[in-house]
Nanobody, 120 residues
Framework: QVQLQESGPGLVQPSQTLSLTCTVS??????????WNWIRQSPGKGLEWMGA???????FFSTSLKSRSSISRDSTKNLFTLHLASVTPEDTAVYYC????????????WGQGIQVTVSS
């Protein structure tokens, strides 16, 4: 049974770096062809794909967030981490991690989501 679980701070101050971790169980993040994504949903908006890390550790980001984003992983602990720098209140959102295969956008497993508020 594949499970994804987000963790991290619920409140971040503006200009700080937000770090969120997705811990995966029941499936190795290094399994061929699978990609591990970060997706967010801001209040009143649709889902926004932020970026992904591949089975071999390659990273991909949305154009709008690329300059502020990085994704790392710890394959020994089977987790991956999003870092989003210089956050503003516009980064307030529910953040999800999700799995797809070869970045086809068909996410078959999701975490439950974590609410992050950017506020002083």
């Amino acid at each position: 049974q594949v499970q994804l679980q987000e963790s991290g701070p619920g409140l971040v101050q503006p200009s700080q770096t937000l770090s969120l971790t997705c811990t995966v169980s029941g499936f190795s993040i290094t399994t061929d062809y699978y990609y591990w994504n970060w997706i967010r949903q801001s209040p009143g908006k649709g889902l926004e794909w932020m970026g992904a890390i591949s089975d071999v550790g390659s990273t991909f980001f949305s154009t709008s967030l690329k300059s502020r984003s990085s994704i790392s992983r710890d394959s020994t602990k089977n987790l991956f981490t999003l870092h989003l720098a210089s956050v503003t209140p516009e980064d307030t959102a529910v953040y999800y991690c999700a799995r797809d295969r070869i970045m086809d956008g068909k996410y078959d497993y999701w975490g439950q989501g974590i609410q992050v508020t950017v506020s002083s």
